[in-house]
């Protein structure tokens, strides 16, 4: 061996023990005959001490590997001619031969060759996998470093403490989080993906965060079900869901597990399974919520007054949608209810009820752009009980429907409607509804809308003054829409300026004869003058355009202020109880007819029948029939 390929350095040796953690292994190197040299290699530092510490190895970019004679060795020390014959092709091989960055360094003690150290850069080895030596045929058993010894090893194992104090803290989503970040850093660290606690670290804690958040989820999501199937009420009812989509968002964070590398088929399941069990979960309870607040207008009828009112107030909140908007697939229940409609509801101690009622229908309604506000079996429920009707319910209901689906059976609905309603108010509402239901933008531009809408508004506040102002900008905008004219008339009217409100009203009938709103409001103008024989004549007019239940009303009170009462009779059994046998005005109004034919027997079974009708109001039954003559037993 040329003393020039090694470089010797001597110095003085401490005789020392062996490490019990030196990580060593043997190597035979020559045979002579029978008898089989080796020596012995293991990891070491620059000076050839064995590594006994990760930090001691950490501490270098290079790898060292100290060969030394042992007790199978020829001799106690190396010979030159060693080096030059017998170690001159040993070499280190993992996946395939690794150089060394230098000659070996040769360690004397008592000149002689104790000592022979090799060196590798770090960066030219895998430190995970084994290291072998070998030398002509023969092979060390290879030498593995413990995990300690890799870089990055210390930062892993804490961040995996703290995954695991986090774990047992319960803070699943900090756990995930932490997770996922560790995950996305697996492919820029050499040896993340080495440990053996790798799995552990991206595979063990995110599952456990994702399947032990799910349980606790659901253990708060149990809970809660319990309180609601004890309360039924909407704050329970929310409860859940915000339980729901607080579920949803862990699943959702925890769905990005599945994206990263690596993939857990198990989570999959797992959020899946959850996402599954949760949908059918709420949709059991919403159903089981809604048959509740729902059974009296599914089951109820009008002889129940919960049920009557329930219906009336649904009815009043369809007909508050009258606007210059259309309502086409625009309908809302979210509207203000009448001052004494609010005060009886609070009186009957309703009002949680009625509000769970109509939280459940616009719950339903939108839960797809195409579902309706009543099931088939409210409208079925109303459909059966069509002879007790007073109002136009069925048809209404059934219109509101339409207008969420955007069919056009909602005009054939609100005219059934319109022939059938024993209110001028709420005709009013429905005709409006109908007039505006198919106005587009074109039709009928926002500026515009926007004038007619404040009108209404200062109208519902009393101000007739600036509502004129605004039906008169519409008017100027639009001139031959017929609801700007009567609502101008009917303001100029309360402002005292009966002779343009008159004609107002005449402009709204030329432009639409069908029309009844502003034929109705004539009709009051001409009441007050006195002039039945002008009612009397419009009426019969109007009846031949449409057979409304209100115009016949109003025919027969012409007949019976003009003394014609057989007439009069006539028109509320052929005309008004033909199209709503079930509204106490008609009674009222025929009791009146036989009092004034002093028919008292029949007038105070007209009077009596008010009351198999609607037995709730009974102050004007009480004026009429303290009118008749006493009967003396």
């Known amino acids: 061996m040329n003393n020039t390929r090694y470089f010797i350095t001597a110095i003085v040796l401490l005789l020392f023990s062996e490490f019990a953690l030196a990580q060593t292994t043997t190597l035979n190197y020559k045979q002579k005959g029978k008898t089989t040299y080796q020596l012995e290699i293991y990891l070491s530092d620059e ?29 106690e020390y190396f010979k030159e001619s060693d080096l030059e014959d017998e170690l001159a092709g040993l070499a280190l091989y993992q996946s395939e031969k690794i150089e060394s960055i230098a000659a070996p360094m040769a360690l004397l003690e008592n000149k002689k060759i104790t000592r022979l150290i090799l060196s590798y850069p770090k960066s030219a080895v895998k430190l995970w996998e084994p290291f072998v030596f070998k030398v002509r045929e023969f092979s060390a058993d290879p030498i593995k470093l413990e995990e300690s010894y890799f870089d990055d090893y210390i930062f892993y194992q804490e961040q995996m403490q703290l995954q695991n104090t986090l774990e047992k803290e319960g803070k699943y989503v900090e756990l995930l989080d932490l997770s996922f970040e560790l995950i996305q850093k697996a492919d820029s660290s050499l040896f993340f993906k080495r440990f053996s606690f790798y799995e552990t670290m991206t595979q063990t804690y995110p599952m456990k965060a994702i399947t032990s958040g799910i349980e606790t989820l659901m253990k708060e999501y ?51 399974a959850t996402r599954q069990t949760l949908a059918e979960k709420q949709a059991l309870n919403f159903q089981q919520f809604a048959a509740k607040k729902t059974h009296i207008i599914e089951n109820g009828s009008f002889d129940q007054y919960q049920y009557r009112l329930f219906i009336d107030l649904i009815y009043k909140a369809i007909l508050q949608n009258s606007g210059f908007v259309s309502v086409k697939q625009n309908l809302s229940l979210d509207k203000p209810m009448d001052v004494k409609d609010a005060e009886n509801l609070e009186a009957t101690g309703w009002k949680t009820s009625f509000e769970d009622m109509l939280f459940v229908l616009k719950y339903q309604q939108s839960l797809h752009d195409t579902n309706v506000f009543f099931t088939e079996t409210v409208v079925n429920n109303l459909q059966n009980q069509l002879a007790n009707q ?48 198919s106005l587009t933008e074109e039709e009928m531009p926002g500026s515009i809308a926007g004038n007619l809408n404040s009108g209404i508004k200062k109208m519902q506040e009393s101000k007739w003054k600036e509502a004129d102002f605004s039906f008169e900008l519409a008017i100027r905008q639009f001139s031959q829409f017929a609801p700007a004219w009567y609502y101008l008339g009917y303001c100029e009217m309360k402002l005292g300026e009966v002779f343009s409100a008159q004609s107002r009203i005449d402009q709204a009938l030329l432009l639409n004869p069908h029309y009844l709103t502003p034929k109705l409001f004539s009709f009051g103008i001409l009441k007050e003058q006195g002039d039945y024989a002008k009612i009397l004549l419009l009426s019969k007019e109007s009846l031949a355009i449409q057979n409304s239940y209100l115009i016949n009303l109003w025919k027969a009170e012409a007949h019976l202020f003009l003394k014609q009462y057989n007439e009069a009779i006539e028109s509320i059994q052929q005309g008004c109880l033909i199209q709503n046998p079930n509204h106490e005005s008609a009674y009222f109004l025929l009791g009146d007819i036989y009092a004034a034919m002093k028919k008292f027997d029949l007038a105070r079974e007209a009077y009596l029948k008010t009351q198999q009708i609607n037995p709730f109001e009974s102050n004007l039954f009480n004026q009429k029939m303290s009118t008749l003559p006493v009967i003396k037993p």
């Not at 329970?236 to 990005?256: P, Q, R, V």
């Not at 339409?402 to 005009?411: D, H, L, N, P």
């Open 390 to 437: 007073s109002k136009p319910y069925y048809e209404i209901i059934l219109a509101a429907n339409s207008a969420v689906k955007g069919t056009e059976i909602f005009m054939e609905l609100m005219n059934q409607a319109i022939d059938k309603c024993p209110v001028a108010e709420e005709l009013s509402q429905m005709e409006l509804l109908k007039l505006t239901y």
């Open 47 to 75: 000076k050839s001490n064995p590594i006994a510490t990760a930090s001691q190895f950490l501490a270098s970019d290079k790898v060292f590997f100290t060969l030394k004679p042992n007790a199978q060795s020829e001799r």
């Open 222 to 272: 149990a809970a809660a079900e319990e309180s609601l199937h004890k309360s039924w009420s909407r704050a329970d009812l929310k409860k859940l869901d915000d339980l729901t989509m607080k579920t949803e968002e862990f699943l959702s964070h925890a769905g990005i597990f599945i994206t990263l590398k690596p993939k857990s088929i198990e989570a999959q399941k797992v959020i899946n």
